[in-house]
């Protein structure tokens, strides 16, 4: 054996090792000014509450109410922000605590509530129904980089415009096993998905250990919260389910156009319903949300594939992780009105980011049309371009076997590694494409000169007709159902 070869490293003191990539938008001392500013916000403009019940909650504390204004003072802000759990751990219908939220751990899922899809027959778009949300939950069921599902689309062919969310989530149940985030028309909406949720947990109480779905709820910006969005705020509360309050602030029309400006004030919407939500039930888990974008000013539109929404989603994942709050992103989502290079540009830049940002939830993964337009392609498209992101979030491992000095000592110089040992080891650590062509030119002509969108709806294809999720029982399918059938009867 050679003296001089270094068979064992000898472990150095003092290291610093990036186990993964290491990013961030602002500094503590940036964050610091942007909270300081929004606590100036809640202090001296305030917000508005439309809601009677919680005015009270804030009549009786140390807030100051004039009509439906409330101003709140630094100190409640932050006796409030230390209510709140660091971590929430999701199970879907699987009985899986398949979902675990918590600082730096990202998980993705689709978006919710899209009015349109796209008619994989016709090539145009049409109203989304329940056999799309059926559909899309089987993608999600089926891909493995999807961690949670939102309903991808709107259930316009329910009986009942008031009823349409008790459906949607009969249909997000029926395709999907894994856990949820979900919407719901108003407060005795969310009611009726709770104890949906409820029966298929087993119960209240199994419910507030392992819930099964996160509740997503939306304020108006600039500062306003209507009653709908409040009562599903302190029922969530009450209830101890999780909730995320998601301001959608548009940079230049419901918020200032500076990006500074536009995030003190989606913190001091969210602030506000921390502080709300404290005063109802402290110790509630509330999630962080803010899709923070721009509005288009030559094109008027509110634009889901701006760098700008990038930029300012992982600088609220920075803001959020400062608080101690879990945070609700938004990536994989494109202006665009197919899936084309566009899409994929605009998926890949904003899923990149917001998962090197470390947010909790990243949401509308499969948005195209500026978030009007469901695409069961653009999910499958997703699914591709997550699988690198998560490949890159990996980073490099530095150690021993990593190294490959034995590797190297035992091919020597003009030697090959493709039959060594170590090649076998480590391969399979790589990114392996199921879309992506990386064929030599002749086989690709040989095989049709097959383009990435062929590929995708050959994928897309075989899903649809292939997959089929676990079918739920009987019995509890019955029990949903009487659920649903009562709500329609209140309001028919």
């Known amino acids: 054996m050679d003296m001089y070869r270094p068979v064992n490293m000898t ?20 964050i610091e000014q942007i909270y300081f500013a929004a606590l100036d916000i809640l202090e001296t403009t305030g917000g508005e509450i439309h809601h009677d019940g919680a005015l009270e909650l804030f009549q009786e504390s140390e807030a100051v109410v004039s009509g439906k204004r409330v101003k709140i003072p630094a100190s409640l802000v932050e006796r409030a922000l230390q209510c709140y759990p660091s971590k929430i751990t999701l199970k879907g219908r699987n009985k899986k605590r398949s979902l675990k939220l918590q600082k730096n751990s990202a998980a993705f899922g689709t978006g919710s509530d899209l009015p349109f899809t796209y008619d ?74 709770w104890k949906m949720a409820c029966l298929v947990q087993g119960g209240e109480e199994e419910f507030k250990l392992n819930p099964m779905f996160v509740a997503y709820i939306e304020p108006i910006s600039p500062l306003k919260n209507d009653r709908t969005a409040v009562e599903k705020l302190l029922f969530a509360a009450e209830k101890g389910i999780p909730a995320m309050y998601t301001p959608c602030p548009s940079s230049g029309a419901t918020a200032p156009a500076s990006s500074a400006g536009m995030l003190v004030q989606s913190l001091a919407e969210t602030l506000l319903a921390v502080v709300m939500c404290y005063l109802k ?3 509630m888990p509330l999630v ?18 701006a ?32 899936v084309d290079e566009q899409a994929a540009a605009e998926a890949t830049t ?25 695409s069961l392609e653009s999910l499958v498209m997703c699914q591709e371009i997550m699988g690198m992101v998560r490949q890159f979030g990996k980073g490099i491992c530095t150690d021993e076997a990593h190294l490959g000095l034995e590797a190297i000592d035992e091919v020597g110089p003009s030697g090959e590694f493709l039959t060594h040992d170590s090649t076998f080891a480590h ?26 969108n062929d590929r995708i709806n050959e994928e897309t294809e075989r899903i649809l007709k292939e997959y089929e999720p676990v079918p739920m029982e009987e019995g509890l399918r019955k029990e949903l ?5 009562a709500a329609e009867e209140r309001h028919s």
């Open 288 to 305: 962080m949300g803010g899709v923070t974008t721009v509005m288009d000013m030559k094109k008027t539109t509110y634009c889901y594939g």
């Open 120 to 193: 994989r027959e016709t090539g145009e778009r049409r109203r989304t129904t329940y056999q799309d949300v059926m559909n899309a939950g089987k993608f999600v069921d089926y891909l493995s980089n999807y961690d949670f599902f939102m309903s991808h689309g709107i259930v316009s062919d329910a009986p009942n415009p008031q009823t349409y969310d008790r459906h949607q989530f009969m249909a997000m149940l029926e395709s999907c096993t894994k856990p949820m985030v979900v919407t719901s028309v108003d407060g005795e909406g969310l009611e009726d998905l």
């Open 350 to 374: 904003n899923l990149f980011y917001s998962y090197l940002s470390g947010a909790s939830l990243i949401h509308d993964v499969g948005y195209i049309d500026s978030g009007v337009n469901a």
């Open 11 to 30: 472990p150095k003191m003092n290291q610093s090792v990036n186990m993964t990539p290491q990013f961030q938008v602002l500094s503590e001392d940036q």
């Open 481 to 485: 159902k009487e659920i649903i059938d």
């Open 281 to 283: 039930r402290p110790g």
């Open 307 to 338: 760098p700008e929404l990038s930029l300012c989603s992982a600088a609220n994942t920075d803001i959020s992780k400062w608080l101690g709050l879990l945070m609700f992103s938004t990536g994989g989502c494109s202006d665009s009105k197919v």
């Open 427 to 452: 391969w399979k650590e790589w990114f392996q494409p199921k879309l992506q062509d990386r064929a030599m030119y002749d086989t690709w002509v040989a095989e049709g000169k097959k383009t990435m």
